[in-house]
């Protein structure tokens, strides 16, 4: 019969249509000289000590938006969650629930997407699983990511903020509010568009070049759903001291400004898939944004804000009017207003 | 537009003004749920003198809708083959037992939409489906839903209706006069205004020793109000200004105005926490009926009941503040509200809660 | 009531505009206006254009405010 293009239940009954599936759309995209295919766990051993592990499922909806789709996302994102744990990330493993009816086609080119970026990232995708569910059961394609690295020395506890110091500087790497403003640009039932395209990407290697430079480096972690605000506030519980941020210095696209704007969105709530907030030493602080800037994913780093012993339980927010005022996490979903 | 953002220049000057000009003690309310968003937001009351008062009256659309219309709402998603829209922060306001975000989660087909007109394609993409869109307002966005009901008679389109709750503002702003809330007065909402004008002002300020100015929603546009109320109320003068000159329009945008009065006609209407004020709300007119969503089911629901203790109503009459309701804070915080000023992000308390 | 964007027309169609906002174009209905124009100023709101903003009286507003006697006094008080 013709190539039916489209996955079916038979695809993950885990015979010979599940194993051409695999080695036409997934070994090929991720390298076969990498997929361990033939057992339940890659095992792997490259000399190094401590490991950090995660996991990580995404659901996004659309699969496909401006910047990227859902196989870059689960790559970068896991690939992320290493690195600001202080961990170089070595493997990753793959795996998916595809709506039956699925195209081949487009699953295809989510394996490519994803397989592009963790070699980019010189990462590799190593081992993964394939099911079908009847159709209704998943919106078209969900994909879970684990992943493993290596903890580079003296990063351990690089996220539990246990070196955060009154005084230190807080940093970012970018512009923030672009991947929720790129998603809501390319949905077909709101009527805005825009240029603007998601931030999705990895970050080892940026993160990788400052705590070379920097290893006096005392926090990070990656701002996605909640947005920045939500990092800060985390900061502030686990580090126990005052933050201080001042909103002129965030830097906001054009576009998710409009968008804001809008939708009464406030940017510091708006989703992010590519931005890191970093804490270093004052000190530091010039140097430190050098080297976010010279990296391409972190050529509009900004200097954000400061830690504090005054208001040790608050995050505090310096308007641009010159008052101020506590910033809370979101609770909920920032929904479109009318007032 | 770009010499209205902030400018931390003027702003001083501006506070250094309003100190200078305010010698005796006022109380000024705004009416406006972005007004009461901003207000805290840039800490306005931090940057005013001891003889200024300001207090939130009630300007956000959804904490001043019933509960038994959310009951209403709630009813209409459990009926098969329906599909509800609604403008984002409604889905949370909490009816008598549900919301429909909760409904939603167990399987109503509740939607979020940004215009109404969205509706109007929600119908034609779904002729098996009964199509509801909630509207609720102040003069901003009544005639948005105006021309929804207006375009959805033209096409004939059979599967379409509006669960209708929207207000003006005027039978309010009279109320709380009447009411004795001490108000010198009104910091009036700059866009409600680009639709009705300033002649309701003219004609509030006749019937009541109050003065109003039209503001803006940038920190030095509400400073700029605030000075003008100030003055007026201080060295007598013109009671009403326009103090967003390049936005509003002394006669208003009378075509949206001729367009609600082609839908809509006045009504009494149920202000949560206020109680009834006639001729505030606005019903469908006979000729547009089959689009009324109340007409269309006829469902029987049951009058809301306020939880205990709530104490949203004197707050949107700006009697008590946020944190002079007992449950504020502990029983009702914005992730898990009890009452609508909460719900909303720009009800007083969850603006007082999030910005203080 | 609120929510509402200024922009600029950049296309018009039969029943709506294209409405540049900051970056982002977003497509507004025009039922509410009696007429609209490419490069006009308007306000946005839930998806209507609601008014045309003047933005000549806008910048004169804000001139006259620059030059309100009392705020520049109390500039020069040095606050």
């Known amino acids: 019969m013709k190539d039916f293009g489209k996955i079916t239940l038979a695809h993950g009954a885990g015979g010979d249509m599940s194993g051409e599936l695999i080695r036409s759309v997934f070994m090929q995209a991720f390298g076969d000289e990498n997929v361990q295919g033939n057992s339940d766990s890659a095992i792997l051993d490259p000399g190094r000590g401590k490991m950090a592990f995660t996991t990580d499922s995404y659901v996004v909806q659309p699969l496909f938006f401006p910047g990227g789709d859902i196989g870059k996302l689960a790559v970068a994102g896991t690939i992320n969650d290493l690195s600001v744990s202080g961990a170089i990330p070595f493997y990753l493993s793959f795996s998916v629930i595809i709506e039956e009816g699925f195209s081949i086609a487009d699953l295809k080119k989510i394996a490519v997407s994803a397989g592009e970026t963790a070699s980019s990232a010189g990462v590799q995708i190593v081992t993964g699983d394939t099911k079908v569910v009847e159709k209704g059961s998943c919106d078209g394609l969900f994909i879970n990511t684990s992943g493993i690295g290596f903890i580079e020395k003296g990063y351990a506890g690089i996220s539990t903020a246990s070196r955060v110091e009154p005084g230190d500087s807080i940093l970012i790497n970018g512009t923030v509010g672009d991947h929720e403003t790129a998603l809501l640009c390319s949905r077909k039932d709101i009527p805005v568009s825009s240029e603007i395209i998601s931030d999705c990407a990895p970050l080892n290697s940026l993160i990788r070049d400052l705590i070379e430079s920097c290893p006096s480096t005392a926090f990070m972690r990656d701002a996605t759903r909640g947005g920045i605000a939500t990092v800060l506030c985390e900061l502030n519980e686990l580090c126990g001291l005052g933050i201080e941020i001042e909103e002129e210095a965030i830097p906001v696209k054009e576009e998710v400004s409009g968008i804001a704007g809008i939708f009464g969105f406030d940017p510091l709530f708006m989703a992010n898939e590519g931005k890191v907030i970093f804490v270093v030493p004052k000190k530091d602080t010039e140097s430190a944004l050098e080297i976010l800037r010279k990296h391409p994913r972190g050529k509009e780093a900004a200097l954000i804000g400061h830690i504090t012993e005054n208001n040790p339980d608050k995050t505090i927010l310096k308007t641009k009017a010159g008052g101020s005022h506590i910033l809370h996490r979101l609770s909920g979903m920032q929904l479109p207003r009318i007032c | 537009m770009g010499r209205w953002l902030v400018k931390q220049e003027s702003i001083k000057a501006l506070r250094t003004a309003i100190s200078k000009e305010s010698v005796k003690p006022i109380t000024l309310m705004e009416v406006c749920g972005s007004h009461t968003m901003a207000i805290s937001r840039f800490g306005i009351r931090s940057m005013l003198p001891g003889t200024i008062r300001l207090i939130s009256g009630p300007g956000c659309p959804v904490c001043v809708t019933g509960i038994s219309y959310i009951d209403y709402a709630i009813a209409v998603s459990l009926l098969p083959q329906t599909i509800i829209l609604s403008y984002g922060d409604l889905v949370r306001v909490p009816g008598t037992h549900s919301s429909l975000e909760r409904e939603r989660a167990g399987g109503a087909d509740v939607r979020i939409v940004y215009s109404p007109m969205q509706a109007l394609e929600t119908a034609l993409e779904n002729p098996d489906k009964e199509i509801v869109f909630c509207g609720i307002g102040f003069e901003t966005t009544t005639p948005g839903t105006a021309v929804l009901i207006k375009t959805a008679s033209e096409k004939r389109i059979g599967n379409l209706s509006v669960l209708g709750a929207h207000k003006t503002m005027k039978p309010a702003m009279s109320a709380l006069l009447e009411s004795g809330t001490a108000i010198d007065g009104y910091i009036c909402p700059g866009h409600v205004s680009v639709i009705t004008g300033m002649g309701m002002y003219r004609e509030l300020c006749r019937e009541y020793p109050i003065s109003c100015t039209v503001t803006g929603f940038e920190a030095q546009e509400i400073l700029i109000g605030i000075l003008s109320l100030v003055k007026s109320i201080q060295n007598g003068g013109n009671p009403v200004q326009n103090a967003y000159p390049g936005v509003v329009r002394e006669e208003g945008n009378p075509k949206a105005r001729s367009l609600v009065a082609e839908v809509f006609e006045p009504s009494d209407a149920l202000w949560r926490g206020l109680g009834s004020i006639k001729g505030s709300g606005l019903a469908v007119r006979r000729e547009y009926k089959k689009f009324d969503a109340y007409e269309r089911f006829g469902l029987e629901v049951e009058e809301g009941v306020e939880p205990k203790g709530c104490r949203c109503g004197e707050v949107l009459r700006g009697i008590c503040t946020p944190a002079e309701c007992p449950l504020y804070g502990n029983r009702c915080v914005p992730g898990d509200p009890v009452g609508a000023c909460m719900v909303s992000s720009e009800g007083s308390c969850a603006a007082w809660y999030n910005y203080s | ?79």
């Open chain 3, 1 to 79: 009531m609120c929510v509402a964007v200024p922009g600029e027309v950049i296309r018009i169609h039969d029943t709506t505009a294209e409405v540049r906002i900051r970056k982002v174009i977003l497509e507004a209905d025009c039922a509410l206006m009696e007429s609209i124009s490419v490069g006009d100023k308007v306000l946005v709101h839930a998806g209507f254009i609601i008014e045309k903003i003047s933005k000549g009286e806008s910048d004169q507003m804000m001139e006259d405010l620059e030059n309100y006697s009392n705020i520049t006094s109390a500039w020069e008080d040095g606050s």
